[in-house]
């Protein structure tokens, strides 16, 4: 039988963007039936994964000292799956290498030194590897741009929507209970999630709250806090910090609207989970985004603050005058990106890699 290494350690930060994609992924792959291969997954608590998954997958306890390369781990695995770009955890030996691109983000932020840095680690992956998946059209063309990308078998494997089935109680109350009407976002507090436009927008829309649910501990935070007091906003914004499955789908389902004016995606779930509960999304019209947010989306095209208003405005009454439509349109949307049609296609890889 052949073993498949999942470099999986993000499974620590469950929450996060890769700790999303990493817990997912592994579930949907619980559900397949691999007699040709076993898979390993890499975790820090693999006990608290062997309760989940049970003897599906064999457990290797990820530990930090392996991202040094004396200390890398040198069973020869006959695929070894780094699940995304900016993992520093790689096999000792030579051995067949699959790489998840995410992005390259890492291209225009951040020092010029760091840029540096994390190109040659980057273009190292890209060297070793025997075959590449990105979660976008937009990461594949993002890379080829930027990199010398080697003549190894390319795929393009869309994530899934990691809401397929709602299940909140009717009863069900956040701790932080949201002003209403309000419009809901989510992601990290940082310049490229661009939550601050949001903010000199809602000066031309006051009949609408703010929400945002995310990582708070960043300067960009603490700026933004600065801005919503400065412009006056107290009363009409509220920061959530980082929330769990059951929040997440209260601020959903009883948001107005999802408003995500992101700078730069290689793919954007939290569009996608708010469709699954036929709700308007309004979005930058870059990136992977359009690839995304798809035909009936609303798109910002740039972020002048009165400008955005005026494009909520319009696309909630366009919302509205239809909404049986839009509903329906959002959610067949949000299901047609499945983790389990995900997982197939990446067994696929596995077993034309390992033949």
């Given at each position: 039988?052949?073993?498949?290494?999942?470099?999986?350690?993000?499974?620590?930060?469950?929450?996060?963007?890769?700790?999303?994609?990493?817990?997912h992924?592994?579930?949907?792959?619980?559900?397949?039936?691999?007699?040709?291969?076993?898979v390993?997954i890499?975790?820090?608590?693999?006990?608290?994964?062997?309760?989940?998954?049970?003897?599906?997958?064999?457990?290797?306890?990820?530990?930090?000292?392996?991202?040094?390369?004396?200390?890398?781990?040198?069973?020869?695995?006959?695929?070894?799956?780094?699940l995304?770009?900016?993992?520093?955890?790689?096999?000792?030996?030579?051995i067949?290498?699959?790489?998840?691109?995410?992005?390259?983000?890492?291209?225009?932020?951040?020092?010029?030194?760091?840029?540096?840095?994390?190109?040659?680690?980057?273009?190292?992956?890209?060297?070793?590897?025997?075959?590449?998946?990105?979660?976008?059209?937009?990461?594949?063309?993002?890379?080829?741009?930027h990199?010398?990308?080697?003549?190894?078998?390319?795929?393009?494997?869309?994530?899934?929507?990691?809401?397929?089935?709602?299940?909140?109680?009717?009863?069900?109350?956040?701790?932080?209970?949201?002003?209403?009407?309000?419009?809901?976002?989510?992601?990290?507090?940082?310049?490229?999630?661009?939550?601050?436009?949001?903010?000199?927008?809602?000066?031309?829309?006051?009949?609408?709250?703010?929400?945002l649910?995310?990582?708070?501990?960043?300067?960009?935070?603490?700026e933004?806090?600065?801005?919503?007091?400065?412009?006056?906003?107290?009363?009409?914004?509220?920061?959530?910090?980082?929330i769990?499955?059951?929040?997440?789908?209260?601020?959903?389902?009883?948001?107005?609207?999802?408003v995500?004016?992101?700078?730069?995606?290689?793919?954007?779930?939290?569009?996608?989970?708010?469709?699954?509960?036929?709700?308007?999304?309004?979005?930058?019209?870059?990136?992977s985004?359009?690839?995304?947010?798809?035909?009936?989306?609303?798109?910002?095209?740039?972020?002048?603050?009165?400008?955005?208003?005026h494009?909520?405005?319009?696309?909630?009454?366009?919302?509205?005058?239809?909404?049986s439509?839009?509903?329906?349109?959002?959610?067949?949307?949000?299901?047609?990106?499945?983790?389990?049609?995900?997982?197939?296609?990446?067994?696929?890889?596995?077993?034309?890699?390992?033949?």
């Amino acid at each position: 039988m052949k073993q498949v290494f999942l470099e999986s350690h993000n499974l620590k930060n469950k929450y996060t963007g890769f700790g999303q994609f990493n817990y997912h992924l592994i579930k949907a792959l619980s559900k397949i039936e691999t007699n040709d291969m076993q898979v390993t997954i890499n975790a820090k608590r693999p006990n608290v994964w062997k309760n989940e998954f049970g003897d599906r997958f064999k457990y290797h306890k990820y530990r930090s000292i392996t991202r040094h390369k004396p200390f890398r781990i040198k069973k020869k695995y006959d695929l070894w799956h780094c699940l995304n770009q900016n993992i520093k955890i790689e096999p000792f030996f030579n051995i067949p290498y699959l790489l998840t691109i995410h992005d390259i983000h890492f291209v225009t932020e951040g020092s010029p030194g760091i840029q540096a840095k994390l190109k040659d680690k980057f273009n190292a992956k890209l060297k070793r590897s025997n075959a590449i998946v990105y979660i976008s059209d937009f990461a594949k063309q993002d890379t080829h741009a930027h990199f010398e990308v080697p003549d190894v078998p390319e795929y393009v494997i869309h994530n899934g929507n990691t809401i397929t089935n709602i299940i909140l109680p009717e009863n069900y109350h956040p701790e932080l209970f949201p002003h209403k009407p309000y419009l809901f976002s989510i992601g990290d507090f940082s310049e490229r999630k661009n939550f601050m436009s949001l903010l000199q927008m809602l000066n031309f829309l006051p009949e609408y709250h703010l929400l945002l649910a995310g990582n708070k501990s960043s300067s960009y935070f603490q700026e933004f806090m600065l801005q919503v007091e400065q412009l006056g906003l107290q009363q009409r914004v509220q920061t959530v910090g980082k929330i769990e499955d059951l929040q997440k789908q209260y601020y959903l389902q009883n948001c107005e609207a999802f408003v995500f004016p992101s700078l730069r995606e290689g793919f954007g779930i939290p569009p996608i989970e708010a469709m699954r509960f036929g709700k308007p999304v309004f979005i930058s019209n870059n990136t992977s985004l359009p690839e995304i947010g798809g035909e009936h989306s609303f798109y910002w095209d740039h972020y002048e603050p009165q400008y955005m208003a005026h494009v909520v405005r319009s696309g909630m009454e366009k919302y509205k005058a239809d909404q049986s439509f839009y509903d329906n349109w959002y959610v067949e949307r949000a299901q047609s990106f499945s983790w389990d049609e995900t997982a197939k296609k990446y067994v696929e890889v596995y077993r034309s890699l390992l033949k």
